[in-house]
């Protein structure tokens, strides 16, 4: 019945105009609130969003299209195959989401998969554990700013490694039992010229940064109108009499909410008040589950690329489940007695006043150094190629 009802496109118009009706009359009710929270999006943007993806955009690019991806999948075949069941190349988009963070992963198996260096259904098992959180977010935004603990942070970013290879097991099932031969070989690739790959991969990147950019805004502004039009806070306390038996009041539903549309606003609301271990738990599902406004990012890369967003989506409410539900065992087997430190209260405030030399310099550094583990990779299966023959 709800699907006669919502699937119509008169309805899903009706909806969508309501929505956009409302949007406009918070606007006109909070102005100031508004440019306010557009300024907040608008310096994470330009001092962490930019710099900390920018370099790591550039370099997937051209991980795929210098062919360093191909190189990479020779070697490690025989791990990603058993394992994933994908081809060795994908290991390239694995490697830099663990790395780059949200959505460089992704974006790179979309990459993979439009150079032909995977197949579709390899490429939609991708895209479901792929896209993570980078090591610099978790450990220093999350353990060390929001929690005040550098072993937390630690703790999370290794189970966020571990329920993303166990997605990645679940979707190895995903598809036909019997693959076509052509899914198993080796798959023809045409390597571009440093110039023409270089040119693309920087206008390119731009071209992602700037998308992202705007997602990040936007939803930076409907997040704080939410709020304060009291639809944030009805959400919660009717999702709380639902959850009431799991032991989350309304606070804690509406931090979840939060978490739900965007990620760092979610995690910096853990800092007040609850366990460490229900703050950690909460913290690990939200950075599996990424958000709306990081899926939207993802969604864009999506759109011209002929790929589904169901393997995705359910990937990322496995990854944020599957996330929770190992720090809540680890943490009954070892107990974390530290209390939550509130060191960061207004974390996105303080996310944007980072210095952006120091930030840039940092994301080029890790940079270089993951692009110098391909060229050896590459390298390497070079030579041995060269002997073989």
């Known amino acids: 019945m709800w699907r006669r009802i919502f699937g119509t496109k008169h309805t899903r118009d009706l909806l969508l105009g309501g929505a956009l009706a409302l949007t406009t009359l918070g606007f006109l009710l909070f102005p100031r609130e508004c440019v306010a929270a557009a300024r907040t999006g608008l310096e994470l943007c330009y001092n962490v969003i930019v710099p900390s993806l920018f370099p790591f955009f550039v370099l997937s690019s051209l991980v795929v299209d210098l062919g360093f991806a191909g190189y990479l999948g020779r070697a490690l075949e025989g791990v990603m195959r058993p394992l994933f069941r994908v081809g060795g190349p994908c290991a390239s988009a694995l490697a830099l989401g663990f790395v780059g963070g949200y959505p460089v992963g ?233 209390p939550v430190g509130a060191v960061l209260s207004e974390q996105v405030d303080d996310l944007a006043r980072l210095d952006l030399p120091t930030t840039l310099t940092g994301s080029v550094a890790l940079c270089w150094c993951v692009l110098l583990i391909f060229f050896f990779f590459a390298l390497f299966c070079g030579r041995r190629k060269k002997s073989v023959l």
Not at 146 to 174: E, M, P, T, W
Not at 244 to 270: H, I, N, R, Y
């Open 106 to 338: 992704a974006r790179t198996a979309i990459s993979l998969y439009q150079q032909g260096l995977c197949t579709r259904v390899e490429a939609q098992r991708m895209l479901a554990f792929c896209n993570n959180s980078g090591p610099a977010f978790i450990l220093g935004v999350v353990g060390a700013g929001v929690f005040a603990d550098s072993q937390v942070g630690l703790l999370l970013y290794l189970v966020h490694l571990l329920a993303s290879c166990l997605v990645g097991i679940l979707f190895r099932f995903y598809g036909p039992r019997r693959e076509p031969a052509s899914a198993h070989s080796a798959p023809t690739f045409q390597v571009k010229r440093f110039s023409a790959a270089f040119t693309q991969a920087v206008t390119g990147a731009m071209g992602s940064a700037l998308s992202i950019c705007a997602f990040v805004i936007v939803f930076t502004v409907v997040l704080r109108l939410l709020a304060l039009s009291g639809v944030l806070p009805g959400t919660a306390l009717l999702l709380s009499r639902l959850l009431g038996p799991l032991g989350l009041d309304q606070a804690w539903c509406q931090k979840l909410l939060t978490g739900v549309v965007e990620l760092t606003s979610g995690v910096t609301g853990l800092t007040q008040g609850g366990t460490l271990a229900g703050s950690v738990s909460m913290a690990a599902f939200m950075l599996g589950w990424a958000g709306v406004s990081i899926h939207c990012q993802v969604l864009s890369f999506l759109a011209d690329s002929g790929l589904s967003s169901g393997t995705y989506l359910v990937g990322k409410l496995l990854h944020g489940g599957i996330s929770a539900a190992l720090v809540w065992a680890l943490t009954r087997l070892f107990p974390l007695s530290a």
